[in-house]
T-cell receptor
């Protein structure tokens, strides 16, 4: 059974700081890994999708890496802004690509 | 571009009453469709997924059911709600390929009293 862990559970940083969010998974036989952002009371917004054959993906100030062999992914956020405050979740398919397992997320607060 | 709509956004229902949450996707055909539930402090739980019209796979035994009457329509239902059904319900879609990206609706907040 795939298990996804995200560390830390919560993070508070001053504006402008670079930060790293961590995601680990137990079954390395994955098709892809996806990072999401969730604002309070809202749905999930897809940030980055890394295919199993890729090592990293970049979108603006966001960079996600994937190390399948060690079962880890990181989401790097450069020059954080107050608007980045949200919960960030990672997700990997398990037991079939339709069955995606989510971590509980890291709640990020960027202080102006 | 593809969009996903989910409604109602908020619902307060008494125990024992029926439930119907609806989700529709626009701008794509033959999507995979999903219903997730998110409880406070817990990760998203996959409830149902569908790879085609009338094809429903259930992941968690419960008093909920799902139906897909049309290609881009996915409905979550219950005949009699329980207190434990309270939560945030999210509909999502992805393409058919195994490299597909998941896209979510805005969610429906259900409170059962």
């Amino acid at each position: 059974k795939q298990e996804v862990t995200q560390i830390p559970a919560a993070l508070s940083v001053p504006e402008g700081e670079n930060l790293v969010l961590n995601c680990s998974f137990t079954d390395s036989a994955i098709y892809n890994l996806q990072w999401f952002r969730q604002d309070p009371g809202k749905g999930l917004t897809s940030l980055l999708l890394i295919q199993s054959s890729q090592r990293e993906q970049t979108s603006g100030r966001l960079n996600a890496s994937l190390d399948k062999s060690s079962g880890r992914s990181t989401l790097y956020i450069a020059a954080s802004q107050p608007g980045d405050s949200a919960t960030y979740l990672c997700a990997v398919p398990a037991g079939g690509y339709q069955k995606v397992t989510f971590g509980i997320g890291t709640k990020l607060q960027v202080i102006p | 571009s593809q969009t996903i709509h989910q409604w109602p956004a908020t619902l307060v229902q008494p125990v024992g009453s029926p439930l119907s949450l609806e989700c529709t996707v626009e701008g794509t055909s033959n999507p995979n469709l999903y219903w997730y539930r998110q409880a406070a402090g817990r990760g998203l739980q996959l409830l149902f997924y569908s790879v085609g019209i009338g094809q429903i796979s259930s992941e968690v035994p419960q008093n909920l059911s799902a139906s897909r009457p049309q290609d881009r329509q996915f409905i979550l239902s219950s005949k009699k709600l329980l207190l434990s059904d309270s939560g945030f319900y999210l509909c999502a879609w992805s393409g058919q390929a195994n490299t597909g990206e998941l896209f979510f609706g805005e969610g429906s907040r259900l409170t059962v009293l």
